[in-house]
């Protein structure tokens, strides 16, 4: 038995109230787990007698080659447009606090049966097993997923999603096998690894980029989909970065992948952007994204919608935020200003916002009108 097999079985039987899984779904022939043991000693009957290694995964070529489908198979997209492709491992890369987290917890439950689509892309092949890694604050991670569900999903949620809080067992470059031995001790076809950082260290390194990529690359060959999301280097003088390169580590980690999202702003701005770095097929996007803080939900932005800006923030905004976000800008003129006033004052015009008039003089000095969602409380 391995090390880390030791440390999973110690970590379940000191946590009370286990229960065993119910088994996973049937999947198809292609997808199920490969008769080729990846962790553990293998069976008597795949011992070598010379020493050898045993190798069942070798397919005809005609067959291999042939009977591939004409469009990319897609856990997550469409047509040629696919985000993440089945077999294929994904990355979503952001700097902290764009909402890489929240966007991996809707395709999550995308996958469970919760959600149909994201950003108008459609999910596959559900429901399936999910095994999410929260190993990047995990008390955070619940609670970006409790502002998503309802009371309603629990029974959903226990029964195809796992929430595994904490560091991995081992190091995930010191025990390739680390995500195979997850997967199946939770019956999960899918693995969220939420963040990288957290399941191996020195990843500039090559060695371990390398080792942290043939992890990956067994749980893909036993049938398992994996979503891996990770950090983003700095860009140079603010600006976004634009190459695979960019994206944090060795290069071999993004080798591996079959497609990599990165998602671009500044923390916490409601709308960020979606720029498609690798691609099993044609590219999608690149997309301008918002994310509504309070649900947890993400959309393509279509443009400002002035009562959709107001709902996103509750607490009330002036006009030069409205147009911060109307232009883009960090710092909009005054005829940005006005222009993003109008939009206001034309709001409550119509009945669908209100305004708290400003406030001369005092310690502050003067306070802007502050502009409400109707039925707020200022």
């Keep these: 038995m391995s090390v880390t097999e030791r440390a999973m079985r110690r970590l379940v039987a000191a946590k009370e109230g286990y229960r065993e899984p119910p088994p996973e779904p049937e999947q198809p022939a ?17 011992q070598p007698e010379d020493g050898e290694h045993v190798d069942r995964r070798g397919l005809p070529g005609g067959d291999a080659i042939l009977d591939l489908p004409d469009e990319v198979p897609a856990v997550w997209g469409e047509g040629s447009e696919v985000l993440w492709s089945e077999g294929e491992p994904t990355m979503i890369a952001a700097p902290a606090g764009v909402g890489k987290t929240t966007v991996a917890q809707q395709v999550a439950l995308g996958l469970i049966g919760l959600r149909s689509e994201l950003l108008g892309y459609p999910f596959h092949d559900t429901p399936r097993r999910v095994l999410y890694l929260a190993m990047d604050r995990p008390r955070q991670i619940r609670r970006s997923f409790r502002r998503m569900v309802t009371e309603d999903d629990r029974p959903t949620l226990n029964e195809y999603l796992t929430i595994r809080e904490g560091p ?7 025990d390739p096998t680390l995500l195979v031995q997850l997967a199946r001790w939770h019956n999960a076809s899918v693995i969220v690894v939420d963040s990288l950082k957290d399941a191996a260290v020195k990843l500039t390194d090559d060695e371990t980029g390398g080792k942290v990529n043939r992890a990956i690359q067994y749980a893909i060959a036993d049938g398992i989909d994996v979503l891996v999301l990770h950090h983003q280097r700095k860009g140079q003088n603010g600006e976004k970065p634009k190459k695979l390169e960019d994206v944090y580590g060795s290069t071999w980690i993004t080798a591996g992948m079959g497609s990599v999202i ?12 979606l720029v498609h770095l690798k691609q099993p097929a044609e590219v999608v996007g690149p997309l301008k994204l918002e994310h509504d803080q309070t649900a947890g939900a993400t959309t393509v932005h279509r443009g400002f919608d002035v009562l959709r800006f107001l709902n996103l923030h509750p607490g009330g905004v002036t006009s030069r935020q409205a147009a911060i976000a109307m232009t883009e800008k960090s710092t909009p003129n005054d005829n940005d200003t006005r222009k993003a006033r109008r939009k206001l004052e034309a709001a ?24 409400y969602p109707v039925g707020t409380l200022a």
């Design 168 to 174: 991995p067992p081992a190091d995930l470059a010191s």
């Design 262 to 273: 990165l998602l671009w702003g500044a923390a916490g701005d409601p709308i960020v952007e």
């Design 30 to 46: 292609e997808r199920r787990h490969s008769a080729m043991r990846v962790a553990g000693e293998p069976e008597d009957h795949d």
């Design 348 to 371: 409550c015009a119509r009945g669908i916002a209100r305004r708290d008039d400003p406030e001369e003089g005092g310690a502050g000095g003067t306070k802007a009108a502050r502009y």
